[in-house]
């Protein structure tokens, strides 16, 4: 394993981490960076927003309990700023912003006190032997390692930000379409499992990015499967998650055709025709149309010849007897 830099590194100022300690510096060189790339506005400020455990997925090297501390220490300084714009009350992730106005300041008190100590005399005195432990304990003393650190931190922090500024993880504003379509799935989720656990909603959205911007997928398709997918008594079990979604949308698909087709065939109009040619006869029918062979004929079907003007006369006479009878 090779332990030396192949990756975005951590970086700091020396002059940050001397003003207010060396944890305190990586964690807010780290929000500071996604506070630049944010899009989440409140308030007149840039907020970035995260769980604890997505903290400590950056900083691995601390305990969760560790980090905590670290980002209390910056809050009580004030340098850090806590928020709450969540969209769900049971969401307690904390949103943050970094007081800048508090950092300058504490740099011009800082400045102040390095401006009355006398350094002449550390300069002029200083050895090779000791320009290692006079560089750790004051880091304003100019030297030849001072300026390259500090321009490998604004060219890497440039570079990761243009080059490598992908593999970041990304946070995702409410209002967006990613952001969104996740909910969407997890309130689906909730309708039958009021208890389901609050997803990192962030990880969510970006599986939708990837569907969208890896595998093709449209807006609209996406919504279609998130909605089907919780409709049907399989699916619904499990896709639980837009990982899940992603993984399976193919098959998704696939199914939802194949049920599109069986049902457009069972209501096809030759489908109708073929049932009509093997409709089973009632057996109510056949014995009507038996009764009708089997019936004798009437003494007028056996006649040779019908007068039908003694028949009119035979009805008008039973018409007159019926209005006789009526008055």
């Known amino acids: 394993m090779n332990l030396l830099i192949n990756e975005p590194p951590l970086q700091v100022l020396p002059t940050l981490a001397a003003e207010i300690g060396l944890n305190n510096a990586i964690v807010l060189q780290q929000v500071h960076y996604w506070l630049r790339v944010s899009t989440n506005n409140r308030d007149g400020h840039k907020w970035v927003y995260k769980t604890i455990d997505e903290w400590h997925e950056e900083f691995p090297f601390w305990s969760k309990r560790t980090l905590e501390r670290v980002i209390q ?10 928020g709450n714009y969540n969209k769900f009350k049971m969401d307690r992730t904390k949103w943050y912003r970094i007081k800048y106005e508090t950092l300058h300041k504490l740099h011009e008190n800082a ?9 002449d005399n550390l300069a002029q005195s200083k050895t090779p032997n000791c320009q290692e432990g ?10 030849k390692m001072a300026v390259p650190i500090t321009r490998e931190y604004t ?26 379509l996740a909910s969407r799935l997890y309130q689906k989720i909730l309708i039958d499992d009021p208890s389901f656990k609050q997803p990192n909603m962030n990880t969510w959205a970006d599986s939708i990015r990837l569907m969208m911007e890896q595998d093709n997928r449209t807006v609209e398709q996406i919504e279609y499967l998130i909605d089907w997918s919780q409709e049907n008594q399989f699916w619904k079990s499990n896709i639980l ?17 194949a049920d599109k087709a069986k049902e457009n065939k069972v209501n096809s109009p030759s489908n109708f025709r073929r049932q009509g040619r093997t409709e089973v006869v009632p057996e109510w029918f056949k014995n009507r149309n038996e009764e009708k062979v089997n019936a004798k004929p009437t003494t007028v079907e056996i006649g040779q010849e019908i007068d039908f003007e003694v028949e009119r006369q035979k009805i008008l006479e039973k018409l007159g007897s019926a209005k006789e009878n009526a008055k």
């Open 73 to 82: 220490s910056l809050e009580d300084l004030e340098i850090l700023v806590a």
């Open 111 to 119: 400045n102040r006190q390095n401006d009355g100590m006398q350094t």
């Open 134 to 143: 006079t560089r750790q304990n004051d880091v304003n003393v100019p030297d």
């Open 155 to 180: 060219e890497t922090t440039t570079e990761n930000t243009q080059r490598k500024g992908n593999s970041r993880k990304r946070v995702y504003d409410e209002s967006s379409v990613h952001y969104q």
């Open 241 to 257: 998650s837009t990982k899940k979604l992603r993984e399976k949308a193919t098959t998704l698909i696939r199914q939802i055709k």
